[in-house]
C-alpha cells in the first residue's frame, strides 16, 4: 500500500518555542492531506484539511494562527505549532489520500510532542 | 453535524471468543464507513471498509456490514487471537472531500491467550 512518512516521530521543546511536523506521501501524489490530534484516550480529533495550492480548511475550534498549515506541494504538508504550550503535547498525526484508490487515507506514524 | 459512537472500551476477551463492536453514526451526505485498527506502537491501518447501504465489508476474519436504516457498522469476529489486541477506529468517509474521516472515540481490544 501507499507509504505515508511524518518527521520528526518525537520532539521536546520548551514553552514559547515552535515546532514543524512534516508529512510525506511517498509514493503517491496528495491533493489533500488531514492533520489529526490523538488524545490520550485514543480518539483522534480532526484538526485541518490540508490542500495543495491553497488555504488550509479548519475544523470548528481549531486556532487556526495556533496551527500554522502548509501544504507547498503535492506530497508535502508541514503543521507548525506555534509559540507552543505544554497543553499543546500530544500525539499528531496526518493521512493522505489516494486519488487512485478513492482518495482511501493512507496515515503517517505520528509525532509525539512534548512541550516542557 | 458528523459524529460518530463506538462502543467503550477497553474490552477484554479470551481467545477464541466472539466480538462485536458496535458503532453508529450520524453523517451529511452518503459517506463510505470504515474501520482502521491501531496495533501497539504503530499508526492506523485500514481494516476493512464498505462504501453503499448493505454492502460487506470483510478482512482478516472481520466483518461488518453498513446498515443505513440503523446508522451502524458494527464490526464482528468470530474467533479473536491474541495478536487482534489493538484499538479499533470505525468512521464515516467522504470521497468528494478528499476521503476526510471522522473517527469515533476508538475501543481498545485486549485478547487474553
Known amino acids: 500500500g501507499a507509504v505515508v512518512s511524518q518527521h520528526p516521530s518525537r520532539v521536546i521543546c520548551k514553552s514559547g518555542t515552535s515546532v514543524k511536523i512534516e508529512c510525506r506521501s511517498l509514493d503517491f501524489q496528495a491533493t489533500t492531506m488531514f492533520w489529526y490530534r490523538q488524545f490520550p484516550k485514543k480518539s483522534l480529533m480532526l484538526m485541518a484539511t490540508?490542500?495543495?495550492?491553497?488555504?488550509?480548511?479548519?475544523e470548528q475550534g481549531v486556532e487556526k494562527d495556533k496551527f500554522l498549515i502548509n501544504h507547498a506541494s503535492l506530497t508535502l504538508s508541514t503543521l507548525t505549532v506555534t509559540s507552543a504550550h505544554p497543553e499543546d503535547s500530544s500525539f499528531y498525526i496526518c493521512?493522505?489520500?489516494?486519488?487512485?484508490?478513492?482518495?482511501?487515507?493512507?496515515f503517517g506514524p505520528g509525532t509525539r510532542l512534548t512541550v516542557l | 453535524g458528523n459524529s460518530v459512537t463506538q462502543m467503550e472500551g477497553p474490552v477484554t476477551l479470551s481467545e477464541e471468543a466472539f466480538l462485536t463492536i458496535n458503532c453508529t453514526y450520524t453523517a451529511t451526505g452518503y459517506p463510505s464507513l470504515f474501520w482502521y485498527v491501531q496495533y501497539p506502537g504503530e499508526g492506523l491501518q485500514l481494516l476493512l471498509k464498505a462504501t453503499k447501504a448493505d454492502d460487506k465489508g470483510s478482512n482478516k476474519g472481520f466483518e461488518a456490514t453498513y446498515r443505513k436504516e440503523t446508522t451502524s457498522f458494527h464490526l464482528e469476529k468470530g474467533s479473536v487471537q491474541v495478536s487482534d489486541s489493538a484499538v479499533y477506529f470505525c468512521?464515516?468517509?467522504?470521497?468528494?472531500?478528499?476521503?476526510?474521516?471522522?473517527f469515533g472515540q476508538g475501543t481498545e481490544l485486549s485478547v487474553k491467550p
Open positions: 490540508s490542500n495543495e495550492g491553497s488555504k488550509a480548511t479548519y
Open positions: 468512521a464515516p468517509g467522504w470521497d468528494n472531500q478528499g476521503g476526510k474521516l471522522i
Open positions: 493521512s493522505a489520500g489516494d486519488p487512485g484508490a478513492y482518495n482511501e487515507q493512507f
